[in-house]
């Protein structure tokens, strides 16, 4: 696939029926925003003809850009030294770029360098901007938009908001509901702060460096030279009626021989999330070749909003995420059946609730972090994850309804992320109730993943 860029610039917020704000002021980042990935998240959107000019696409997110002005801004120092967004309206980076062949000729896309084509180009050189979109035409009018974003801003479900109000800005039509901006005021520690949790350890630790007396740390030799092997970025389809008969298997009887988890007997089942990556999870476990007595934990993104008491409206814009780690012997979690992963799994999600959300504030808020040298252990720079995994489910945000006038998406996926050990779970783009997992692996355990990922037991 030849990828021409035929014009790249910058489009700053345009401002309907009135002066534009300051742009010397700036929002804080919040606890959440700080203790999440520093790094840009990057998806591909896939949309048949007719579609409307890259003008239109273009006044369209200049409209966005003026209801979420934080993605127009940059990341900097607040007049306190703290990390925040400063509200300058300096713009998000937009690539208009062609292909001369037919969309069918790449589809279906595979996850592979080659995705990045799809993208602006950096380089290698520093990024400014924390929103960068490219429109990239193919001869039979299709329209692929590859659009990256800066997490730190923004977790998935804020940027699934975002993106659809840049459709219906598009479209001339109002883009609401409105975000709710109000990350520097929402979440305040407590009166007195009740550290009722060990974040120590789970949110935060003590870089390797500061752990080895400020010693330079090969993190290559930690993981057994693991790192020298290719890592490869595979997409596993699960059909409706997969998911359905894993389901059942999790929520069966495990037989005679195995006691129930400690849980199960009081619920009717498990949920196609705890199901699909408990099935997930042995089954990575199993081709990594992982034994009894290694320990295997997963790392687990929990959106806050429906857990924290109020709730926090849907459409607030920010990171409102943190995370729930399951761990497992290796050895039981492959030789249990599938009900057992699901159950760890059901009980770590469980534990991240109200409570756990409030005393991750008040520790997070209390300088203890800082004082103590502590890093997050959202580390965007450990790129092997074994013996752990991390799983991110987008399957209840709306990234297919995003319209820029031509209709929904026929086809969405993660850009290319050579992370080993990550996982994303979204919707099958097939629309039949199916679920896509996004796998990412060494190259030697990948074959026996791929023989043994739609065995059911």
């Not at 998240?41 to 890259?54: K, M, Q």
Request: aromatic letters at 10%; one cysteine or more; hydrophobic letters at 40%.
């Amino acid at each position: 696939m030849k990828v021409k860029i035929t014009s790249s610039k910058i489009v700053k917020p345009a401002y309907d029926g009135g002066a534009a704000p300051s742009t010397g002021e700036s929002v804080p980042l919040n606890v959440f925003d700080r203790v999440t990935y520093d790094v840009y998240i990057a998806v591909i959107y896939a949309f048949r003809p007719p579609n409307p000019p890259n003008a239109a696409l273009e006044q369209g997110l200049a409209r966005a850009l003026a209801v979420y002005r934080e993605w127009a801004g940059r990341l900097g120092d607040g007049p306190d030294g703290r990390p925040a967004v400063l509200l300058s309206d300096a713009g998000a980076r937009f690539v208009e770029a062609a292909v001369d062949a037919p969309l069918a000729r790449s589809m279906p896309f595979k996850p592979s360098p080659e995705l990045l084509r799809l993208h602006p180009s950096i380089d290698g050189g520093p990024v400014e901007e924390l929103v960068q979109v490219q429109l990239t035409r193919f001869t039979c009018g299709s329209l692929v938009v590859g659009f990256t974003a800066h997490h730190r801003v923004a977790d998935g479900q804020a940027t699934g908001n975002f993106l659809v109000a840049w459709g219906l800005a598009t479209r001339r039509l109002p883009a609401g509901p409105l975000p709710v901006c109000d990350r520097a005021t929402r979440f305040q520690p407590r009166d007195p702060p009740r550290v009722e949790f060990p974040h120590r350890g789970t949110e935060y630790h003590l870089p390797a460096a500061k752990r080895h007396g400020g010693e330079d740390v090969d993190e290559e030799e930690e993981i057994g030279g693991a790192a020298h092997d290719k890592i490869k970025v595979h997409k596993v389809l699960f059909t409706k009626e997969f998911v359905a008969r894993l389901k059942a298997r999790a929520s069966s009887s495990p037989g005679p021989d195995l006691p129930p988890p400690p849980t199960a007997q009081q619920r009717r089942g498990y949920s196609t999330f705890e199901s699909v990556v408990g099935h997930l999870w042995r089954t990575v476990t199993a081709a990594r070749g992982l034994g009894a007595g290694e320990a295997t934990k997963l790392r687990i993104s929990v959106n806050g909003r429906s857990r924290m008491r109020p709730p926090v409206p849907r459409e607030y814009f920010g990171n409102m995420v943190l995370w729930a780690f399951p761990v497992a012997d290796a050895g039981d979690l492959v030789s249990r059946p599938v009900q057992h992963a699901a159950d760890l799994i059901h009980r770590a999600v469980s534990r991240v609730d109200d409570a756990y959300f409030r005393s991750f504030v008040d520790f997070a808020s209390s300088g203890a972090a800082e004082a103590e040298g502590l890093a997050p252990t959202a580390d965007e720079s450990q790129v092997v994850l074994c013996p752990d995994l991390e799983v991110d489910s987008w399957l209840g945000i709306n990234f297919y309804d995003v319209d820029f006038g031509g209709g929904c998406p026929f086809y969405f996926m993660p850009s290319y992320l050579p992370m080993e050990g990550t996982m994303f779970l979204l919707p099958s783009f097939l629309g039949d109730g199916g679920i896509e997992a996004y796998v990412s692996l060494f190259e030697g355990h990948l074959e026996e993943f791929k023989r043994i990922c739609y065995n059911i037991a």
